[in-house]
């Protein structure tokens, strides 16, 4: 979704992948993925398949590990240079000052603790870890980092980064991005101060399962803020409505679940998650900040007050309600879906929850389907009432309710697995039929009119698997939008089978095939 936002000036450190991982890393993971389907063994066993490195490859970590824990862990091997978590797989690249410290790190007899659960160790194919240019020097650092938030399922603003950060050291300014997933940079007051906070945060969830931080230093050593708003913030300077330090609102970090009410701004944030180094006892004394209250910086500012969103600059005859069902379940569960017979063109969708409706405007709004820019925001309905139903173009109702449908993705015991990610070239596809090939999916999305892929590929099977699942890229992410629309939940007969195969689509992570 191509986006005008306000970024202060700044640029992210890095070209990260769609999914906040960095080449290097993807890689890494997948030799990993490799080794440990080929019943590779760990540590001593497979040493001498990987040539000697000081960086080291972990894997099997805990879900509640952060660098810290690693740090504490290893330490005793060696002084460690540098360190890049990859928590969604829970896996982490640890770069030591000398090969000899690797070497003890991978090839001890001892079982190697990492906050309480074993974890197992190779030597990296990398002979060490890509920084950004003015952190090559392993003792120095820099006192703005570069925040990446994987699985964004609430919203992420200054005063939420404010929240998480400042509790570590002193923060002055706060950049957001939204142009490749969710990024952020925190300028800290001191090296040190953004030292520490690394230490503790790298790895952690802002809210309970989701919003996870991987943080790298970032390039720029300074951050330039035009205007203070829930996308950028200078806290160096001035602001309205301040108040005596103490006398504002407390907040923790990190910050829990995410609050099952709208923001009020006498109603504290839910107690500090697990995820976080730091002890709720320790927060007390360091969390408190004066709250500014701009208007765009709560939730209920951003008019996500709402479960219903409304939908404009549909096509007048190739969208109907199951379409925009496919389109929207990506980001909530649908409720109910309303064609409005007084505006053409436009529906109301109601969703799980207001969090599913902030998720839906804030990565549906300006894509193009069809030919036409969507304009998606939240309404002032509360709810969608099935009135006036008459017959689309496509001869189908324009009223539906999908509350039942299996189709949803965030009632199950899944749910938590579910990526929240904004519309690309690549799609991930699966519950397809295990025969499913790319000359059968190239002629469907012929029979469908829509724009044909341009690469398949299909994960490798189980030899028990009953179906198939993989990633499909197209030309352009228009194109990709289109076939997800039409394709998503198309039922795929096969011969000699009672049931057909509901094929699901999603926007995947990566960025290409």
């Given at each position: ?351 799980g929850d207001e969090y599913a409706a902030y998720r839906s405007v804030s990565h549906l ?41 299996r189709n949803n993705r965030f009632s199950s015991a899944q749910s938590g697995r579910n ?8 799609l991930h596809f699966y519950n397809a039929p295990p025969t499913l090939s790319q000359h ?74």
């Open positions: 979704m191509e986006e005008k936002e306000h970024d202060g000036g700044q640029r992210p450190a890095k070209r990260l992948r769609i999914g906040g991982e960095t080449e290097e890393e993807e890689e890494e993971a997948v030799r990993s993925s490799r080794r440990h389907k080929s019943g590779e063994k760990d540590n001593m066993d497979d040493d001498h398949r990987i040539p000697p490195s000081p960086v080291v490859h972990v894997r099997g970590l805990a879900e509640a590990v952060v660098e810290a824990d690693l740090v504490e862990a290893l330490n005793k091997f060696g002084n460690i240079c540098y360190v890049m978590m990859m928590p969604f797989k829970r896996q982490a690249l640890v770069e030591f000052d000398s090969m000899d410290s690797a070497e003890c790190c991978v090839t001890t007899s001892k079982a190697i603790l990492v906050a309480d659960q074993r974890a197992f160790f190779n030597f990296s194919t990398s002979k060490r870890i890509t920084r950004p240019a003015n952190a090559d020097d392993p003792a120095g650092g820099n006192k703005v980092l570069l925040l990446s938030v994987q699985n964004p399922l609430y919203p992420i603003t200054t005063d939420v980064l404010y929240a998480v950060c400042n509790p570590a050291g002193n923060v002055l300014r706060i950049v957001i991005f939204r142009r490749n997933g969710i990024q952020a940079m925190v300028e800290f007051e001191s090296v040190v101060d953004a030292r520490r906070a690394k230490l503790e945060l790298n790895g952690a969830d802002i809210y309970a399962g989701c919003c996870t931080l991987k943080i790298e230093y970032a390039r720029p050593n300074k951050l330039n803020v035009i205007r203070n708003d829930s996308s950028s913030w200078d806290y160096s300077k001035p602001f309205p409505l301040r108040r005596d330090r103490g006398k504002g609102r407390q907040r923790q970090a990190i910050l829990g679940d995410y609050p099952s009410y709208s923001h009020d701004p006498q109603c504290p944030l839910p107690p500090t998650n697990s995820r976080c180094r730091r002890s709720s006892r320790d927060m007390q004394d360091t969390v408190s900040y004066p709250l500014h209250l701009h208007k765009s910086s709560s939730f209920v500012g951003l008019g996500a007050s709402s479960s219903v969103t409304m939908v404009s600059g549909l096509h007048p005859t190739k969208m109907n309600c199951n379409r925009v069902f496919n389109l929207f379940c990506l980001y909530g569960n649908v409720e109910k879906v309303k064609f409005m017979k007084s505006i053409p063109g436009t529906s109301l969708v109601e969703m709004n300006g894509i193009k389907v069809f030919g036409t820019k969507l304009n998606v925001c939240v309404s002032k309905q509360q709810a969608v009432i099935p009135s006036q139903v008459f017959e689309l173009p496509d001869g189908s109702s324009s009223y539906r309710d999908f509350s039942l449908t990526i929240i990610q904004a519309p690309a070239t690549v059968q999916m190239q002629k469907l999305c012929s029979e469908h009119d829509v724009p044909t892929l341009v690469k398949f590929k299909a994960f490798d099977a189980k030899s028990n698997s009953k179906t198939l699942s993989g990633l499909l890229e197209f030309e352009s992410k228009t194109e990709a939008v289109e076939a997800l629309t039409v394709l998503n939940h198309h039922q795929i007969r096969i011969p000699n089978t009672s049931n057909p195969f509901t094929l699901k689509l999603c926007f995947s992570t990566s960025s290409r095939l």
